[in-house]
């Protein structure tokens, strides 16, 4: 019998290393649902100032794509998208200028689109079946969701063994008091979540010059802030 020949495993997804390096800067990536009245230019510069380097604003509000264009400009901050969950979100998103989109899970499409159309796609994965899948795909960073319910700290840790060189972005049930004890385990390239850009807030950054939006983006500013300095004691 004919030895079997070992099909190729899928080539490189776009060029990850500037959202690394935009993790490596500051290991936290907020996961921002928007208001209906949000202004995009204003929240991206409200988290910039707080010490932010990437944001992931998710696809769950009507607004959402019209605020990662207006965020998109922002100097110092990678907005990317996320809950993307179809391949034509993946086109409006670029269109919208976002630089890479988050899934809740491993849509091999999604992938294929944002491949297609140059900006990482960072899937979801729960399982070391599913990382194993996804790494054949070319992937080499991946959210980890919902980290908290599916194994925590203790599931990163022993993924990191056989997948020593795939870097996962763990989200779901985590808080700030769990930062560091995520952030202490090396395969974790960031910690996202949304206690740092609470909806409450984000909603209330409508921009215009408003006292009630300038208070707004001057306590996410700092709450932002106070989040980027508990990730950097963890992980300076």
Known sequence: MAAQTEQPSQPPQPSTEELRAALVRCPLLP?????????????????AAGGLTAAEVVLRTPSALRVVAEMAGTPG???GAGTVVEP????????AGARFVVSPGHDPD??????????????GTSTATEVQL??????RV????????????????????PFPDVAFVPTGG?????????LAV?????????WCAPASLVARVTGGGSDDSSAAAAALSALVAASVAAARRARP
Do not use: C, H, N, W
């Open 31 to 47: 996961v921002v649902m928007v208001g209906e009245r949000t202004d995009g230019a204003a929240l991206g510069a409200a988290l």
């Open 174 to 182: 985590i808080g700030e008091r769990d930062l560091a004890d995520y």
């Open 142 to 161: 991946l959210k980890v969701f919902p980290a908290g319910a599916v194994g925590g700290t203790a599931l990163l840790a022993g993924l990191a063994g």
């Open 110 to 123: 999604v992938v294929a689109r944002a491949r297609s159309r140059g900006i990482p796609a960072v899937p």
């Open 77 to 79: 901050l990678l907005v």
């Open 186 to 194: 090396p395969a974790v390239a960031a910690v996202g979540g949304s």
């Open 134 to 139: 996804a790494r054949r795909s070319g992937l």
């Open 88 to 95: 034509d979100q993946v086109d409006a998103v670029a269109d």
